[in-house]
């Protein structure tokens, strides 16, 4: 069964800073990693979108990574804003039902000004 | 701009009153879902549906059922309203024959049900 779990928790930074949130997945047979941001009370806005296929994707200051083999993927943010601040989740969807997608707990961004 | 539209952002429902929860999309998706996500649980998929009339459960069916009359429209139905079902309900959608395609999601419905 597909376990996704996502490391910290929580994070608080000062602003300006680059920061790493990350990823991880039990099961390789994925078709895609996605990553969400979702404010309090909101649902989710998808950020990047990594095919099984490919190692990274960059839309403005965020950089997702994916290690299909190991079961990892990362989300960079650099020059960290009060903006950013938000919980950030991870989701794959999965090879053997391609319309089922399991997600992560999230991890819980404060960007302190 | 693509987009999914829940119909309440709040809902206030009494013990025992059916409920219904509406989700439109406007990107001819085939796939669309219900999930629905509380503190320490994450989210978890409630039913799926991959055409019109079609629906499949997901992990927590119990106690809702849906609908899919329309392409665009998917509607989350419970039959009697429990404590235990306040939460926060998502709906998404994406393209069925891509794998490779976003999840879109609508901006969510809190319900409380008293």
């Known amino acids: 069964k597909q376990e996704v779990t996502q490391i910290p928790a929580a994070l608080s930074v000062p602003e300006g800073e680059n920061l790493v949130l990350n990823c991880s997945f039990t099961?390789?047979?994925?078709?895609?990693l996605q990553w969400f941001r979702q404010d309090p009370g909101k649902g989710l806005t998808s950020l990047l979108l990594?095919?099984?296929?490919?190692r990274e994707q960059t839309s403005g200051r965020l950089n997702a990574s994916l290690d299909k083999s190991s079961g990892r993927s990362t989300l960079y943010i650099a020059a960290s804003q009060p903006g950013d601040s938000a919980t950030y989740l991870c989701?794959?969807?999965?090879?053997?039902?391609?319309?089922?997608?399991?997600f992560g707990p999230g991890t819980s961004l404060s960007v302190i000004p | 701009d693509v987009k999914v539209t829940q119909s309440s952002r709040y809902l206030v429902k009494r013990t025992g009153e059916k409920v219904f929860l509406e989700c439109v999309q406007d990107?001819?998706?085939?796939?669309m879902f219900w999930y629905r996500q509380d503190p320490g649980l994450g989210l978890r998929l409630i039913y799926f549906?991959?055409?019109?009339?079609?629906?499949e459960k997901g992990d927590i069916p119990e106690g809702y059922s849906v609908s899919r009359e329309k392409k665009e429209r998917f509607s989350l139905i419970l039959e009697s309203a429990s404590t235990n079902q306040t939460s926060m309900y998502l709906c998404?959608?994406?393209?069925?024959?891509?794998?490779?395609?976003?999840?879109?999601f609508g901006s969510g419905t809190q319900l409380s049900v008293l």
């Open positions: 989701a794959v969807r999965l090879e053997t039902s391609y319309d089922k997608v399991i």
């Open positions: 998404a959608s994406s393209l069925l024959q891509a794998p490779n395609e976003k999840l879109f």
């Open positions: 990594i095919q099984s296929s490919q």
């Open positions: 099961d390789s047979a994925i078709y895609n």
């Open positions: 990107m001819d998706h085939e796939n």
């Open positions: 549906s991959y055409d019109v009339k079609m629906k």
